[in-house]
């Protein structure tokens, strides 16, 4: 089957491979297993998310695949460490090619009981940090010709009792 998967695959693959990749919740979930399958392709990855200890075992896990791989704790809700990732991940890679944002948080709560602080805590790591790192990473991005992936939930679309704040926060998203 001449062209037919397999060489679909490996145009796919030689497309990725030696790109680098900003992967925001990557200690767990969704998150990781993007992270780890850009790395078997061959793409670096700066993982980000707030748990050091499991942010080392998934650099280690993508390492394995030959990729550069490595962790940045950092907490999205927090301004100055998200302005600080941009020197830190332009200097360890050279530049981004592809943003993920994968990471997000969810507090459940009926709308009656809901704190307005959970609500800020949802606002600023699932809506504004996706935007403060777009804009971060934008000028890299736009000079290498990159992709940034919004990683949503179907919540944003058909809200469920219990979760109105993440619901919202994703619909905004």
Partial sequence: MAGGITGTYLKAHMRLRGKVAVVTGATSGVGRSIALALAGEGVGVALLGRRAGMLRVVARECAASGAKAI???????KDSEIRRLKQKIIRDFGGVDILVHSAGVIARSDVAAASLSDFDRQYRCNV????ALTQLFLPSLSRRRGQIVFV??????????GISQYSATKHAL
């Fill in 128 to 131: 504004r940090a996706p935007f």
């Fill in 152 to 161: 949503n939930s179907t919540a944003g679309l058909a809200a469920v009792a």
């Fill in 71 to 77: 962790p940045y704790t950092v907490d999205l809700i």
